[in-house]
């Protein structure tokens, strides 16, 4: 349990400050879950949407059993986990957390709860268009307490083994982006390509919510990364700016690099190169002079639209990109928190640092390369070790059959449909009138499509986002939503 603190030391400031950054990463949520939704084909949308905000329900329930007291335990004598002294929130009340010594203890859990929900919902975009809800949902409590739950402790508890070892990682490069983006590896590993892969060329089916969900992404991370960061000394305000900087730069490069290749702009290519940036420099936000958000942002864009490149040539299906942004932009931050930590900045809290490679500590940069290595090996090996063993088991198989994969997660795991002409040609091909008949097949033979079926089969037949083919295998002028029929 956590020594009796005065109620006089806290600050109401700081307390605001970290409540109003909850609800800011509360909105990355459902952020997310649009910014993927646009990128996958529209018989898919939903879905996705709906196991993001089901993560949220998820993670919040196993954070109160004992998530958070793995995750974050000041008492455990261990290095490795937490024990289980604030299980069920027990003395989760008024007294503060030590990294959070002027906020309220349950305002601090609450903040990080955040943080513990997005992180499942990224790792799941690695298994787009082909993963059943159940098991996914049961991967999630599983995965946040023996995945996230140690690399949070090992990074940020007072007792954690990285903590102690020096890492800086301010806002979750390790937790958070690197184990995400080798989650999301383990499960293209177990699960494999979508059917079509390489056959067929596809491309984000809906761009406005593309730049809706990275509007609510770009606007949470503001308190993702400044959250926890002091508004007295300033450095919530360099966590602001560098993130802001980051995401401006990296979007740049990226829709510059884009450009270069395919001679033409892109709203979803500066949406990526944005989120690519703010992942790298999310380790760092407060930690560096705000000058260094530059060459990170560059390097992020540079080196992520490249990861997505090579991605593609050896023909990993990676249909949003989260290895390549969330899994190389995240060991990428880590790496360059280490050159450019500076020791005056995190000094400003009278914390004693000696920097990163520019304040002459080149030591930091093994300690860094150590965090990632470790968070990485640890997250892709455990999560490969639940997808196989939960595989094994019927009810908990992840991957759908080849009719539901071709029918579409909305209508087969869900019953409901994104779009109701999505909905309005399931129900023309379906044997059975309920969309939550789900026993058997939606199809069980090849009817006669209805007219307008192939159009609509080729606007939903959407690959992966950054490949520089045309949308319709077709004629553009015989491809559009508009000349589908009208439902009955």
Known sequence: MSSPARVDNLDMGATVWMIASTALVFLMIPGLGYFYSGMVRSKNALSLVFLCVMALAVVTVQWVLWGYSLALSETSSNGFIGDLGHWLFLDVDYRPHPNAPTVPGVVFATYQCMFAALTPGLAIGGAAERIRVLPTIVYTFIWTTVVYDPIAYWVWAPGGWLTKLGVLDFAGGCAVEIASGFAALAFYAVLGKRRGFGEEKWQPHNHLNIILGFAFLFFGWFGFNAGGASLVSGRAGIAFMTTNIAGAVAGI????????????????????????????????????????????????????????????????????????????????????????????????????????????????????????????????????????????????????????????????????????????????????????????????????????????????????????????????????????????
């Open 253 to 488: 490069v990226w829709v510059a690099l884009a450009y270069w290749q395919q001679r033409r702009f892109s709203s979803f290519h500066f949406c990526s190169g944005a989120v690519a940036g703010m992942v790298c420099v999310t380790p760092a936000a407060s930690l560096v002079s705000t000058w260094a958000a530059f060459p990170m942002g560059a390097a992020a864009g540079l080196f992520c639209f490249s990861a997505v490149e090579v991605s593609l040539r050896l023909g990993i299906d990676d249909c949003i990109d989260v290895f390549a942004v969330h899994g190389v932009g995240g060991v990428l931050g880590v790496m360059l928190t280490g050159v450019f930590a500076n020791k005056h900045v995190i000094g400003l809290d009278g914390v004693s640092s000696k920097g990163g490679l520019i304040n002459g500590h080149a030591h930091q940069l093994l300690i860094q390369l150590a965090a990632a290595a470790a968070s990485a090996a640890w997250s892709f090996g455990v999560s490969y070790l639940i997808l196989r063993a939960m595989d094994c088991i019927p009810i908990f198989r992840f991957r759908v059959d080849a009719a539901a994969e071709d029918h579409g997660l909305d209508f087969t795991e869900l019953g409901e449909a994104g779009y109701s002409f999505v909905r309005d040609l399931a129900l023309a091909h379906a044997p059975v009138s309920r969309p939550h008949s789900l026993s058997k097949p939606l199809i069980t033979e090849a009817p006669t499509p209805p007219p307008g079926a192939a159009v609509a089969n080729e606007v939903a037949a959407i690959q992966h986002p950054h490949d520089s083919q045309p949308m319709l295998k077709g004629s553009p002028s015989s491809g559009t939503v508009a000349d589908l029929p009208s439902p009955k």
